[in-house]
């Protein structure tokens, strides 16, 4: 591949945000598992976008709707290409990875039956298990737990054990946003397929770190967040195999979604559209796509190889202070690292730090189940990204190191 060593004092001056101060001193945004910064090649398009073409899609024959429309659907395109997908009829454009998954899990809602069987991993995101306990309640179907080791690893055996010819579904995230784990993806869909059952990975911590090729890992639905990757909030998409995007029902009806409507009967429009109802976020798909071109001008290789190097770092320097714990120590890690100070909420550490300009962030991480597995009331979790140095991880360990003397 090419050069992997990234110049990323010239990285971070894509990203207005990263020069600002907070509390007088320079911003340390190590927050990226919640969302990532966005470089001027993306804010310009949004810009751009609202100041030279601003229209509704897909309806118009003027002029303005003609260039947005062909800008939003080769922001389609690019997403395509990017997760090598075999159609953009199998693309839905969503307000993000929650919206996603509450379509895929309301339109199992008349596929499902009482007694059918979903399998959700351990370490999920509430909004990959709320949904499917709300589709559960509806139909009378079982939510079993995949479990997971100590280290954060989900344990294949026992998965294996649950699987059978009554599986329907099995749920799981590409990268936990609360541990950094890497699951086995692959693996996991094609045991799930062994009995028959889908697969939805919830994509939305990986994006940004992992080129997935939807293709190669044959799954059946998988979902993304533009904000993490770069890209503005409220965009995303979910990828369905076409198969089984025909199969499921219109999520919401209105506009764009149809094909002929009377009071009497209504026909649905082709795929992506019968999933996409109303005025869509138009800026935000055409910006996602911005993300995405941006991205790869860097590079996943470059990204990956420079985040494993922070990774790293920030670990050994963190687990050279005294009493401090790191959960999540998978073998296959993207760059997030939790931890927490013996004998200290994480809470207070995370204000001390924050006085200092660090932003991290400390709680359940929306995966609750998580925390109460390892018997804590939360974490602090740091999250790297390509943008951030290795400066900057000192700062946060001598933050720590402060923290730890104020409190203990
Ligand atoms: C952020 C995140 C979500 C939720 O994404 P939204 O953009 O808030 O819909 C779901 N799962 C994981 C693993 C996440 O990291």
């Keep these: 591949m090419q050069d992997t060593a990234l110049d990323i004092q010239t990285i971070r001056k894509d990203f207005p945000i990263l020069s600002r101060e907070v509390y007088g001193r320079p911003l340390v945004y190590l927050d990226n598992a919640a969302t990532s910064q966005t470089p001027r090649q993306v804010l ?115 998965y294996r054990e649950l699987l059978s010819g009554n599986t329907r579904l099995v749920f799981c995230n590409h990268v936990s946003n609360a541990l950094g784990t890497i699951n086995p993806i692959k693996e996991i869909i094609d045991e799930a397929h062994k009995v028959g059952a889908a697969v939805l990975v919830d994509g939305a911590q990986s994006a940004a770190h992992i080129r997935a090729d939807l293709q190669e890992l044959n799954v059946d639905f998988y979902t993304v967040s533009a904000h993490k990757m770069c890209g503005p909030t409220g965009i995303g998409i979910l990828y369905g195999k076409e198969e089984w995007l025909q199969k499921l029902p219109p999520y919401q009806g209105g506009g764009e979604m149809i094909a002929e409507v009377t009071f009497e009967k209504t026909t649905y429009a082709d795929l992506p559209h019968k999933f996409e109802a109303g005025t869509p976020n138009i800026a935000g798909g055409i910006a996602f796509g911005a993300a995405i071109d941006y991205l790869n001008n860097i590079g996943f290789d470059a990204i990956e190889a420079y985040e494993n190097e922070l990774l790293e770092y920030a670990t050994a320097s963190l687990l050279a202070i005294d009493g401090l714990k790191i959960y999540g120590t998978s073998k296959r890690k993207t760059s997030v690292i939790s931890f927490n100070l013996e004998g200290i909420h994480p809470y207070d550490v995370g204000t001390i730090l924050d006085k200092l300009g660090i932003a991290v962030r400390t709680g359940h991480h929306c995966a609750q189940p998580i925390m109460d597995f390892f018997g804590i009331p939360g974490t602090i979790r740091a999250s790297f990204s390509f943008y951030n140095t290795k400066e900057e991880v000192d700062t946060l360990v001598a933050g720590v190191i402060k923290a730890r003397e104020m409190l203990l």
Excluded at 51 to 61: E, M, P, Q, W
Excluded at 116 to 127: F, G, I, T
């Design 44 to 158: 310009d398009v949004i810009v751009d976008y609202y100041s030279r073409y601003n229209a509704n899609i897909h309806r118009g024959v003027h002029a303005l709707s003609q260039e947005a429309t062909d800008a939003y659907e080769l922001a389609r395109k690019k997403i395509q290409l990017h997760f090598n997908i075999g159609s953009t009829k199998e693309i839905i454009f969503t307000s993000g990875t929650t919206h996603s998954i509450n379509l895929v899990a309301n339109g199992f809602s008349s596929i499902l039956k009482a007694g059918d069987e979903v399998l959700v991993s351990a370490m999920e995101h509430h909004s990959n298990i709320v949904p499917w306990q709300m589709l559960c309640e509806r139909t009378g179907a079982i939510l079993k737990v995949i479990p997971m080791s100590q280290d954060g690893e989900l344990l294949m055996d026992n």
